[in-house]
């Protein structure tokens, strides 16, 4: 499995960017799908997320600024940034659990995209 993103850049703070993922290969079933962000010094940490069947998760510090959108059929997720601050400058990874045939999960990851917002 293979997950490709793109729409990474530099953006001047209150600024728009959109990311996109898409995944290639052979999974059996997404179970989730989405995005993770790690800054410097820091944790990788959730942005947001959509589980199978629909709910869909946000960080309370992108909630209102960001939509996550997916396209199963596509194998794909979008990320909408909107109102972008200083603290949202980190590399983006894209996320994707599958549950295998076998019922466990298995997490594959993209090999990140950055992200800088400019004060």
């Known amino acids: 499995v293979q997950l490709v993103e793109s729409g990474g850049g530099l953006v001047q703070a209150g600024g728009s960017l959109r990311l996109s993922c898409a995944a290639s290969?052979?999974?059996?079933?997404?179970?989730?799908m989405g995005w993770y962000r790690q800054a410097p010094g820091k944790q990788r940490e959730l942005v947001a997320n959509v589980i199978s069947g629909g709910t869909t998760n946000y960080a309370d510090s992108v909630k209102g600024r960001f939509t996550i959108s997916t396209d199963s059929a596509k194998k794909s997720a979008y990320l909408q940034m909107n109102s972008l601050n200083a603290e949202d400058t980190a590399v983006y990874y894209c996320?994707?659990?599958?549950?295998?045939?076998?019922?466990?999960?298995?997490?594959?990851w993209g090999q990140g995209t950055q992200v800088t917002v400019s004060s």
């Open positions: 996320n994707v659990e599958e549950r295998t045939g076998w019922g466990n999960l298995q997490t594959h």
């Open positions: 290969g052979s999974i059996f079933r997404i179970n989730a």
